[in-house]
C-alpha cells in the first residue's frame, strides 16, 4: 500500500521553542493535510493544502506543500503545554481521490 | 450543532465473535468514511459510502468486514468472526463533499480477547 514517511516520530521540546515535523511519500500528491490527535479523540484538521509550493498558515502553524508534490511541512512557532498531541499529515492522490492516506504520527511533548 | 457520534465507545469481544460499531455522521453530510487505528499507527482507511452507496471498499481488509448505510446516514460497521488483530480504535468521518474536510468522530476502541 501507498506509505507516507513522517518525522520526527516523537519530540520532547521546552514551551516557546518551536517545532518542525515533515511528511514524504512515493507517491505525487494534489493534496496535503495536517491534523493532530488527542487522546480519546478522532483528528482534527489544522491545515489543509491543494497545490504545490502552497505556504498556509493557521495562528502558529504554518505548512507548506511540496514543489515536489512528494512532500509535506508542518511548523508550529513558539510552542506552548496545549501543542501536546499526535500530529498526522495526510494526503490524497488524483487516481484514487476518495481515500487519503496517513503518515504514522509525530508524537509532540512540550515542556512548561 | 453535533459532531460525528460512534458507539460504543469501547466494545471488548472474544475472538470468533460478531460485532457492530455505529456511526452517526454530522447531518446533512452525504460523504461517510471508516478508518481503522492500530497502536502508533495513523488512520488507514477502509470504506467510503456516498450516500446510500459504497463507493470505495477497496481498503476493507477481508470478507469478514462489511459496513452498510441504508439510509445515507448511520453506517454501521459490521465484523464477522473477529480476530485478535482486529484489535484497533475504528474511526468515522463525514464530509458534506469527497473534497471537501472531513470531520471525525471520536472512534470506538475494539479489543478482541
Known amino acids: 500500500g501507498q506509505q507516507l514517511n513522517q518525522s520526527p516520530q516523537s519530540m520532547f521540546i521546552q514551551e516557546g521553542e518551536d517545532v518542525s515535523m515533515n511528511c514524504t511519500s512515493s507517491?505525487?500528491?494534489?493534496?496535503w493535510l495536517w491534523y493532530k490527535q488527542e487522546p480519546g479523540e478522532g483528528p482534527v484538521l489544522l491545515i489543509a493544502l491543494y497545490k504545490a509550493g502552497e505556504l498556509t498558515s493557521n495562528g502558529r502553524l504554518t505548512a507548506q506543500f511540496g514543489i515536489t508534490r512528494k512532500d509535506s511541512f508542518l511548523n508550529i512557532s513558539a510552542s506552548i503545554p496545549s501543542d501536546v498531541g499526535i500530529y498526522f499529515c495526510?494526503?490524497?492522490?488524483?487516481?484514487?481521490?476518495?481515500?487519503?492516506?496517513f503518515g504514522s504520527g509525530t508524537k509532540l511533548n512540550v515542556k512548561p | 450543532g453535533a459532531g460525528v457520534s460512534q458507539t460504543p465507545s469501547n466494545k471488548v469481544t472474544e475472538k470468533g465473535k460478531y460485532v457492530e460499531l455505529r456511526c452517526d455522521p454530522i447531518?446533512?453530510?452525504?460523504?461517510l468514511y471508516w478508518y481503522r487505528q492500530s497502536l502508533g499507527q495513523g488512520p488507514e482507511f477502509l470504506i467510503y459510502?456516498?450516500?446510500?452507496?459504497?463507493?470505495?471498499d477497496s481498503g476493507l481488509p477481508n470478507d469478514r468486514f462489511f459496513a452498510v448505510r441504508p439510509e445515507g446516514s448511520v453506517s454501521t460497521l459490521k465484523i464477522q468472526r473477529t480476530e485478535r488483530g482486529d484489535s484497533a480504535v475504528y474511526l468515522c468521518a463525514s464530509s458534506t463533499r469527497p473534497d471537501n474536510e472531513q470531520f471525525f468522530g471520536p472512534g470506538t476502541r475494539l479489543t478482541v480477547l
Open positions: 459510502f456516498q450516500g446510500t452507496g459504497a463507493a470505495d
Open positions: 447531518s446533512g453530510h452525504t460523504a
Open positions: 507517491s505525487i500528491f494534489n493534496t
Open positions: 495526510a494526503g490524497r492522490r488524483s487516481e484514487d481521490f476518495n481515500k487519503f492516506y
